[in-house]
């Protein structure tokens, strides 16, 4: 079946220094890709997305990787602050346009 | 623009009660989705709507039944809740369309406890 999936359920970083959160993804027909940022108590917010005929695409600080090679897609955040404390999920719409999420990996900052 | 809203936030039942949740969209969005959220997993689709009048089966139906009668409100049912329906519940919208189009734009959530 469908899935996507995230390599680890935690990452901790130091304030200021540089994340990496991880997915992979089974369907080789998904054709976009969106990364939610969910802090807690609240609903999942939308960060940024990724067409399956890109392989990179940044925002504000942050960018995302598309590798459809391996079905590897990551976000990469730059200078993690504070803020940038919650749960990170990665879905794919496979043109249904019904996002299949994967657990989530909980990013945790350390001054 | 208060985006999506649910009601009510916290809520406790008893095993065989009945509720209904309620989500209001005020970006006058097309589709509306149910989710629930369980500790340690992502969201799993309940039940969505591509319109008013409309709704469709998710990944996890069984147990929850929904109404779309206005285009701004989608309601999810409990007709008699259990303890494995014990989650966190979200709502979403979005427009139709492909890609960015289709970016769905989240509540707060709803915790549910079923004693």
């Known amino acids: 079946g469908e899935s996507v999936g995230l390599h680890l359920p935690t990452l901790s970083v130091q304030e200021g220094d540089n994340s990496i959160i991880n997915c992979a993804y089974s369907n080789s027909a998904s054709d976009y890709f969106i990364w939610y940022k969910q802090e807690s108590g609240k609903g999942p917010q939308f960060i940024i997305d990724i067409r399956s005929n890109m392989d990179k695409r940044q925002g504000q600080r942050v960018t995302v990787l598309l590798n459809k090679t391996v079905k590897h897609l990551s976000l990469q955040i730059a200078a993690t602050q504070p803020g940038d404390s919650a749960v990170y999920f990665c879905a794919d719409i496979t043109g249904a346009q019904k996002l299949v999420f994967g657990q989530g990996t909980r990013l945790t900052i350390n001054p | 623009n208060a985006g999506v809203t649910q009601t009510p936030k916290f809520r406790v039942l008893k095993t065989g009660q009945s509720m209904t949740l309620l989500c209001a969209q005020d970006?006058?969005?097309?589709?509306m989705y149910w989710y629930r959220q369980d500790p340690g997993m992502g969201l799993r689709l309940i039940h969505y709507s591509v319109g008013e009048g409309t709704t469709a089966k998710g990944e996890v139906p069984d147990g929850y039944n929904v109404s779309r009668l206005k285009k701004q409100n989608f309601l999810l049912g409990l007709e008699s809740a259990a303890p494995s329906q014990t989650s966190v519940y979200f709502c979403?919208?979005?427009?139709?369309?492909?890609?960015?189009?289709?970016?769905?734009?989240f509540g707060a959530g709803t915790r549910l406890s079923v004693l």
């Open positions: 970006m006058n969005h097309e589709y």
């Open positions: 979403a919208s979005s427009y139709p369309g492909q890609g960015i189009k289709n970016i769905q734009y």
